[in-house]
């Protein structure tokens, strides 16, 4: 469960691309699978996403689902800043 609180957004981001990854898979005459299949995922997507509705807290929202960005290198004081 860690891991499904700790990518929540990621796995609401592509749950959709691995639907339509499958979806490549349906032969085109069929178009009764194909409407299925594309209910399903949209159902499956929705399923995906009632977590953040339950887990969102009204106390601290500036603090809610963040995308954190770390950079690798050299530390912003020892960055050359002038222009040459």
């Known amino acids: 469960m860690a891991f499904f609180h700790d990518h929540i957004l990621s796995l609401i981001l592509f749950t959709p ?3 339509l990854i499958a979806l490549m898979f ?3 005459a ?6 299925w299949w594309g209910n399903i ?12 509705v339950f887990w969102f807290s ?3 929202p500036e603090q809610q689902f963040k995308l ?9 004081s020892a960055r050359n800043t002038t222009s040459e």
Request: hydrophobic share 50%; no cysteine.
């Open 17 to 19: 691309a691995v639907g």
């Open 26 to 28: 349906i032969p085109g």
């Open 30 to 35: 069929n178009k009764q699978a194909i409407r």
């Open 41 to 52: 995922v949209m159902f499956v997507s929705f399923v995906v996403s009632l977590p953040l």
């Open 58 to 60: 009204q106390e601290s």
């Open 68 to 76: 954190w960005k770390s950079t690798i290198g050299f530390p912003a």
